[in-house]
């Protein structure tokens, strides 16, 4: 099966640091990936959704400027939470989507991020 | 709007039962996709069984099986046999044809136990 590999599993950072998180589709091409944040024994929350080679498209209540997300080729989008502070800690995750096919979605291991 | 709603946020069984979880779902399109993701304690999410929304044949996968209703909107899961390591939480989901992206519903906590 498709495999997507997110990278890291768990960071710890500083407040006021930046922490870069990669979401790697290892075995397809991914037009399309979506980045996830849940709270604990929370649902999945939508944060954006990465296009490559373009603008991502934010959820409503998402800053822009301190998620920022990058998809520069057809197998990586990166997720930057800038400037993070305690309460950005969560669990977020990442899915893709194998270009042309939409009703598919492959899913990262996630990766907690607590900041201290 | 659309949205998938589960009504159940914990249910718990014994070990060999069989257990079904509930999904309902709003939408006025007519092409979808329905889902049902594990999530166990590693988070790892993990597709358990889908349905095409023009497909009238419920989907089965091993002791998983769905009850998809699309006049009623409903779309529930089936565990037999159920197993401890089927202990997780369980969210159905869906890909709507407009919207491109997977609509979550709530999730349901489910325990199984020995």
């Known amino acids: 099966g498709a495999v997507v590999s997110q990278h890291p599993s768990w960071v710890i950072c500083k407040s006021g640091t930046s922490v870069k998180i990669e979401c790697r589709s290892l075995?397809?091409?991914?037009?399309?990936m979506f980045w996830y944040r849940q709270f604990p024994k929370q649902s999945l929350m939508l944060m954006a959704t990465s296009n490559e080679g373009s603008k991502a498209t934010y959820e409503q209540g998402v800053e822009k400027d301190k998620f920022l997300i990058n998809h520069a080729s057809l197998t990586l989008s990166t997720l930057t939470v800038t400037s993070a502070h305690p309460e950005d800690s969560s669990f977020y995750i990442c899915?893709?989507?194998?270009?042309?096919?939409?009703?598919?979605?492959?899913f990262g291991q996630g990766t907690r991020l607590t900041v201290v | 709007a659309q949205t998938v709603t589960q009504s159940q946020p914990e249910m718990s069984v014994q070990e060999a039962e069989t257990v079904t979880l509930s999904c309902t779902y709003d939408t006025s399109e007519s092409n979808y996709y329905l889902f049902w993701y594990k999530q166990p304690p590693s988070r790892q999410m993990i597709l358990v069984i889908r349905?095409?929304?023009?497909?009238?044949q419920n989907a089965t996968e091993n002791r998983f099986s769905v009850n998809f209703q699309k006049a009623a909107k409903s779309f529930s899961l089936k565990i037999s046999d159920s197993q401890l390591g089927d202990t997780a939480m369980y969210f159905c989901?869906?890909?709507?044809?407009?919207?491109?992206?997977?609509?979550f519903g709530q999730g349901t906590r489910l325990t199984i136990n020995p």
């Open positions: 989901a869906s890909i709507f044809q407009g919207a491109q992206k997977l609509v």
């Open positions: 899915s893709a989507t194998p270009t042309g096919q939409i009703y598919e979605a492959f």
């Open positions: 349905q095409e929304a023009y497909k009238q």
């Open positions: 075995d397809f091409q991914a037009t399309t």
